[in-house]
């Protein structure tokens, strides 16, 4: 059973602090993560990919990838009250394929 | 970049009719499209691949005879959800892989079964 695990929150960061999401996953032949947010009522918006080990930064966001843990994660630097949202973690074997398997989601809450 | 419509974005049936739900990507061809279910403060659950031109692949637990998925174009999945109950009511959300974006997923369709 492939599993991906997300601790569900609320996470509560002040407004210009970094906000650090994290993740894990079950299944060794993952070879795909992304990181989606989710607004209350709405469909799911890319944030961000990674394929390889490190780190892999886009404007404000940052993830990092560690195989051999099994861990991604999602840092977002000066957080904004617009950040506030539902985060899901995704992995997938790759190919395009599969599906995704998504975690259950880190409620994310910035603070003004 | 990549877009996928999805058609109607919000139902409500009767206990035992049928609803069809459609998934379009309107820029890029898909051949593998995705459903997905959404249940209240839950994740999204992969229910089924749709494959165009042959049959989907449903995830375990999922009633291929009650989650009807036709992917009849490279750019058209449909989901019949067949005799609708309560239980069925639902977020469902359709996406497609485009090659370069990754996954992207339709806008969803909530479904409310009375």
């Known amino acids: 059973q492939k599993e991906v695990e997300q601790n569900s929150g609320p996470l509560s960061v002040p407004e210009g602090a970094i906000a650090s999401l994290n993740c894990t996953y079950s299944?060794?032949?993952?070879?795909?993560f992304f990181w989606y947010r989710q607004y209350s009522g709405k469909s799911p918006e890319l944030i961000m990919s990674?394929?390889?080990?490190g780190d892999k930064e886009d404007g404000r966001f940052t993830a990092q990838l560690n195989k051999a843990s099994q861990y991604v994660s999602l840092l977002i630097r000066d957080s904004q009250p617009s950040d506030s949202a539902t985060y899901l973690c995704a992995a997938t074997s790759g190919g395009g394929a599969d599906g995704l398997t998504f975690g259950k989601g880190t409620h994310l809450i910035i603070q003004p | 970049g990549a877009v996928v419509s999805q058609h109607p974005s919000r139902v409500i049936c009767k206990s035992g009719t049928s609803v069809k739900i459609e998934c379009r990507s309107l820029?890029?061809?898909?051949?593998?499209m995705f459903w997905y279910r959404q249940f209240p403060k839950q994740s999204l659950m992969l229910m089924a691949t749709?494959?165009?031109?042959?049959?989907?692949?449903?995830e375990q637990g999922v009633e291929k005879d009650k989650f009807l998925i036709n992917h009849a174009s490279l750019t058209l999945s449909t989901l019949t959800v067949t005799s609708a109950h309560p239980e069925d009511s639902s977020f469902y959300i359709c996406?497609?892989?485009?090659?370069?974006?990754?996954?992207?997923f339709g806008s969803g369709t909530r479904l409310t079964v009375v």
């Open positions: 299944d060794r032949g993952s070879q795909s």
């Open positions: 749709s494959n165009e031109g042959s049959k989907a692949t449903y």
């Open positions: 990674i394929y390889s080990n």
């Open positions: 820029d890029f061809q898909a051949t593998t």
């Open positions: 996406s497609a892989r485009d090659g370069y974006y990754g996954y992207t």
